[in-house]
């Protein structure tokens, strides 16, 4: 496989694997915590992202930053920070600000917006206003909006066996789209030597043959333990949780088969 190849292909694990979120209002807090995830494709380690989730004094600062691993970091050195602030007001989870910056070959990813949110007489409406894709932004919206990293925080809080559907709105690459997960099924899986239950989401692209399965422990917040993209019915690629901390108490780690002991 060419250099070119392998950037192309971690540019698209990197940016692919978060595009999906949830629409929700703040019916319970969520604790601090700080998760590692592997990126991989064909079981191969190529990606690490770092998760951490911290209070503020108007609700909650997210933040996400992924860089390259083992043999993929020495064909090319692309890197992704982001950042989401989520206030609380009233009895909902606002996005306020997100920021997404991605180094590398490929050109013109960066976003940079701020809304700003109107709730007098339990009214809900915003104005998108930034930079995304070197174009400005100025759009209006009546309803919960996410970008591709703040989604967790919602579906964290909400999702559970009694509710099947999870439409939602989210904000990515500039634009507005309405997506839908559906809660499909649960299975026993082994994390940090333990057994917990898992229930699986499903995001189906209307427009193209790709699905985004996400799989969250309930007994741990919701944390994603498995993020799969499929592409044509074939698993394309998927993140892992790695380890997870709550409350800056001892971290659950898992031991993963194909770890790079040496990096």
Do not use: C
């Not at 909902?92 to 917006?113: C, M, V, W």
């Not at 099947?164 to 500039?174: L, R, T």
């Amino acid at each position: 496989m060419t250099n070119n190849k392998i950037s192309f292909l971690i540019r698209i694990l990197i940016l692919s694997i978060t595009l999906f979120s949830h629409n929700s209002y703040a019916s319970r807090s969520l604790p601090e915590f700080s998760a590692k995830y592997a990126i991989q494709k064909f079981n191969v380690k190529l990606a690490e992202a770092h998760y951490q989730l911290s209070y503020t004094d108007k609700g909650y600062k997210f933040t996400q930053n992924t860089k390259l691993f083992g043999v993929a970091s020495m064909f090319a050195k692309d890197t992704v920070s982001a950042v989401s602030y989520i206030d609380k007001v009233r009895s909902n989870l606002l996005l306020s600000k997100y920021s997404y910056i991605q180094t590398g070959r490929e050109k013109n990813k960066d976003e940079d917006i701020e809304i700003l949110w109107n709730t007098y007489k339990n009214t809900l409406k915003g104005r998108i206003t930034g930079v995304a894709r070197s174009e400005k932004i100025d759009l209006r919206i009546n309803q919960e909006i996410w970008d591709a990293l703040s989604f967790q925080i919602p579906l964290m809080i909400e999702a559970n066996e009694e509710v099947k559907e999870y439409p939602y709105k989210a904000f990515i690459g500039g634009e507005i789209n309405d997506y839908n997960f559906v809660l499909t099924s649960s299975k026993k899986i082994t994390f940090a030597d333990r057994d917990y239950k898992a229930i699986q989401l499903v995001r189906t692209d209307p427009n193209r043959n790709r699905q985004l399965h996400i799989w969250l422990i309930p007994a741990l917040n919701n944390i994603p333990v498995t993020i799969e993209n499929y592409r044509d019915g074939k698993e394309h690629s998927r993140m892992q949780l790695e380890s997870v901390s709550f409350n800056h108490n001892k971290p659950y780690i898992d031991q993963p088969e194909n770890s790079d002991d040496d990096h």
